[in-house]
């Protein structure tokens, strides 16, 4: 259904003088008949009324321009998927930056040989909403001097999986 045209002046200028007719006792049907009633008045209009109603129907055109809020086909704000993965890549940069700050820091004085790193990998049987269900974690501790030190490795029973989602859980 296509939008509807914005109100001109002259509408407004039929609003006000249907309300002035009324007042004296003279009633309208419909705006056909208040626009063939007004429309001599506006032609010999001074161009301050006109003026008046002229800045009603650009406040009402102005009003009605304001940009909606667009959603997915899920029902999901874009501006909020925007903010959301800028603040993504926001927080990868910082990593990204605070990890090479300590690599630089640490290789001037040879302290990064020694220094111990962990590495953990987390795989999940499927994600529900913002959380995930968790399925294996494995952490590794080591040094670049003297290699893996410690390694843990858990599989995780995640007890029954919330309904809706075994599917996503078959398919990994």
């Given at each position: ?34 626009a ?9 209009a001074?161009?301050?009324?006109r ?24 029902g ?7 903010a959301?993965e ?26 990064i ?24 974690l ?35």
């Amino acid at each position: 259904m296509p939008k509807k045209p914005p109100r001109n002046a002259f509408y407004y200028f039929m609003l006000d003088f249907k309300e002035q007719q009324r007042k004296k006792g003279i009633n309208y049907g419909n705006m056909n008949e208040v626009a063939q009633a007004a429309g001599p008045e506006w032609t010999s209009a001074k161009p301050q009324v006109r003026a008046k109603f002229e800045a009603i129907a650009k406040a009402e055109k102005a009003k009605s321009n304001v940009p909606e809020q667009k959603f997915t086909s899920t029902g999901q704000s874009l501006a909020e998927l925007e903010a959301l993965e800028n603040e993504r890549r926001a927080a990868e940069k910082a990593e990204e930056r605070d990890i090479l700050n300590f690599v630089k820091q640490k290789s001037v004085d040879g302290s990064i040989l020694d220094e111990d790193m962990y590495l953990m990998d987390v795989n999940y049987y499927c994600k529900t909403g913002s959380s995930y269900l968790i399925g294996e974690l494995a952490l590794l501790r080591f040094s670049i001097r003297d290699g893996i030190k410690n390694t843990y490795h858990e599989i995780i029973n995640p007890g029954g999986i919330p309904m809706g989602y075994a599917l996503d859980v078959k398919q990994g």
